[in-house]
């Protein structure tokens, strides 16, 4: 994978996104979402997965792929007072970001420009405009690599996965857990997996420094 297209998929991503937000809004479906639930059952999962690390302080996060700030609305609603950064491709959602949250960092970026002490990815990497299952994979890798530079801790992301080969159906990526989680042990050596009976076709990987 090398910058250039890195940067083609990214802008055919934003063409794809801009079109569902024209038909079904700032919504879970105009983000390819199922639901407002499913969407918050991930952020449980998520949710679960950061509080594991006991911090004393109060932790810094950036989201990847943040959207609408549906994440930080959901932090919100738990009244969870976390140091949060959203980050974007796609400069419509990064401005409707920036007017209902004007307190917190929004940028157009595919990974963060600050240092946090985490980095989220939720469903990020799921949407594909590829049908390169190997091409798909190289970007996967290089976009965690790029957001493993601003974090201070690591990097919780998800995918969706299959128990045969890693395949693409509908524009949709489903990962082999144990290729997958091989391909990053190789890149980062620090990886672990977890697996949620709240989100059942989700398998979740943990990145530390």
Same mark, same amino acid.
């Given at each position: $994978?090398? /910058?250039?297209? !890195?940067? %083609? %998929?990214?802008?055919? &991503?934003?063409? @794809? *996104?801009?079109? /569902?937000?024209?038909? !079904?809004? %700032?919504?879970?479906l105009g983000l390819f979402w199922s639901s407002k639930k499913s969407?918050?059952?991930? %952020?449980? @999962?998520?949710l679960f997965l950061i509080m594991k690390f006991k911090f004393k302080h109060r932790l810094s996060i950036s989201d990847i792929g943040c959207g609408y700030g549906s994440l930080l609305a959901y932090f919100r609603e738990k009244k969870i007072d976390f140091y949060y #950064?959203? *980050?974007? &491709?796609?400069? #419509?959602? &990064?401005? *409707? +970001?920036i007017k209902n949250y004007p307190t917190n960092l929004f940028k157009v970026s595919y990974f963060p420009t600050e240092f946090t002490d985490?980095?989220?990815? #939720?469903? @990020? *990497?799921?949407?594909t405009v590829t049908n390169n299952v190997k091409i798909w994979e190289e970007y996967i890798l290089f976009n965690l690599k790029? +957001? $493993?530079?601003? #974090?201070?801790?690591?990097? &919780?992301? /998800?995918l969706q996965f299959t128990r045969k080969k890693s395949f693409i159906k509908n524009n949709i990526y489903y990962t082999n857990i144990e290729f997958m989680f091989d391909k990053l042990q190789k890149e980062f050596l620090r990886v672990t997996k977890f697996y949620s009976t709240k989100n059942l076709n989700d398998i979740y990987f943990i990145i530390l420094k």
């Amino acid at each position: $994978m090398n /910058n250039l297209l !890195n940067f %083609f %998929f990214n802008s055919e &991503i934003v063409k @794809t *996104y801009n079109r /569902n937000l024209n038909l !079904n809004g %700032f919504t879970p479906l105009g983000l390819f979402w199922s639901s407002k639930k499913s969407q918050y059952d991930r %952020f449980d @999962t998520l949710l679960f997965l950061i509080m594991k690390f006991k911090f004393k302080h109060r932790l810094s996060i950036s989201d990847i792929g943040c959207g609408y700030g549906s994440l930080l609305a959901y932090f919100r609603e738990k009244k969870i007072d976390f140091y949060y #950064s959203g *980050y974007d &491709i796609n400069k #419509s959602l &990064i401005k *409707y +970001c920036i007017k209902n949250y004007p307190t917190n960092l929004f940028k157009v970026s595919y990974f963060p420009t600050e240092f946090t002490d985490l980095t989220i990815a #939720s469903g @990020t *990497y799921n949407y594909t405009v590829t049908n390169n299952v190997k091409i798909w994979e190289e970007y996967i890798l290089f976009n965690l690599k790029k +957001c $493993m530079t601003k #974090s201070k801790i690591g990097l &919780i992301f /998800n995918l969706q996965f299959t128990r045969k080969k890693s395949f693409i159906k509908n524009n949709i990526y489903y990962t082999n857990i144990e290729f997958m989680f091989d391909k990053l042990q190789k890149e980062f050596l620090r990886v672990t997996k977890f697996y949620s009976t709240k989100n059942l076709n989700d398998i979740y990987f943990i990145i530390l420094k």
